[in-house]
């Protein structure tokens, strides 16, 4: 089947911290891989995406790779600030005939102190 | 486009009584989902929608909870009668067509119900 497994939060750092947030995916075929942000009161909009192996998606400082041996898409950023204190959920879209759902992760909640 | 747009964006309601949220998606798009967002359960899809279509309502929780999309600039979710645990916010989410596309989020809809 089709999931996705990120780390557990919350995560809290200290302002120009270097972040990284875990994500590992289960999936049939050769899926997209995606982060969504989600701003507090908001709803969620997409960070960045890959749709192929050893893709680099980026935006905003945030970098992810499409590691298809690892089954991962780690989230990282190599200074954080403040404003980037939010939820980060990492998706996958499959490939297949049926994959027209994102599945989403669980979420990992981020706070950015100064 | 000025994206998905939701309303109402917060909503009150005591035990029992009927409560409708509204989406409209981005013009064009194929794809209308509702999910559902708690702090016990994160993100869960209830229901999406193709060219109109119901077509996965498998995560709708209970026969209380039902929706409609008659058209393609407009959908409703509703909740008859409504309980304290149905309290959550409710996002609906857009999407261009079935692959490699990303989904766009309206602010969510958050509903208390007392």
């Known amino acids: ?114 | 486009d000025a994206g998905v747009i939701q309303s109402p964006r917060h909503e009150v309601t005591e035990m029992g009584q009927e409560v409708t949220l509204r989406c409209k998606p981005i013009s064009g798009h194929d794809y209308l989902f509702w999910y559902r967002q708690t702090m016990m359960r994160g993100l869960e899809l209830l229901i999406y929608f193709n060219n109109n279509v119901p077509i996965d309502d498998s995560g709708m929780p209970e026969d209380r909870f039902s929706a409609k999309m008659p058209n393609a600039s407009f959908s409703t979710l509703k909740i008859q009668p409504s309980e304290p645990r149905d309290s959550a916010v409710y996002f609906c989410a857009s999407r261009l067509d079935r692959v490699n596309t990303e989904a766009f989020f309206g602010q969510g809809t958050r509903l208390t119900v007392v």
Not at chain 1, 57 to 86: C, I, M, P, W
Not at chain 1, 94 to 102: A, E, K, R
């Open chain 1, 1 to 114: 089947g089709n999931s996705v497994t990120q780390m557990e939060g919350p995560v809290t750092l200290s302002e120009e911290a270097f972040l990284t947030i875990n994500c590992t995916y289960t999936a049939t075929g050769y899926p997209s891989l995606f982060w969504y942000v989600q701003y507090p009161g908001e709803g969620l909009q997409l960070l960045l995406k890959a749709t192929k192996a050893d893709d680099k998606g980026s935006n905003k400082g945030f970098e992810a790779t499409y590691r298809k041996e690892t089954t991962s898409f780690h989230l990282e950023k190599g200074s954080v600030q403040v404003s980037d204190s939010a939820v980060y959920f990492c998706a996958l879209s499959p490939t297949s005939n049926t994959g027209t759902l994102v599945y989403f992760g669980t979420g990992t909640s981020l706070t950015v102190i100064p």
